[in-house]
């Protein structure tokens, strides 16, 4: 988070730093990081089992 997001540039107000953190945390260390409640599966590969059961 600290490199990615805080140190990449200065923000004007809190509430874009705010946006920023959360569309970090979202669009990338959730769906990277494994889930116990998905099996401890990263939600991209619980996804793509699915899909794959669905189709069959």
């Given at each position: 988070?600290?490199?990615?997001?805080?140190?990449?540039?200065?923000?004007?107000?809190?509430?874009?730093?705010?946006?920023?953190?959360?569309?970090?945390?979202?669009?990338?260390?959730?769906?990277?990081?494994?889930?116990?409640?998905?099996?401890?599966?990263?939600?991209?590969e619980?996804?793509?089992?699915?899909?794959?059961?669905?189709?069959?």
């Amino acid at each position: 988070l600290q490199k990615n997001v805080l140190n990449r540039k200065r923000w004007e107000t809190r509430q874009e730093l705010r946006l920023a953190i959360t569309t970090w945390i979202e669009r990338t260390y959730h769906r990277r990081r494994r889930q116990k409640a998905l099996g401890k599966l990263t939600p991209i590969e619980f996804e793509t089992i699915n899909n794959m059961a669905l189709a069959a």
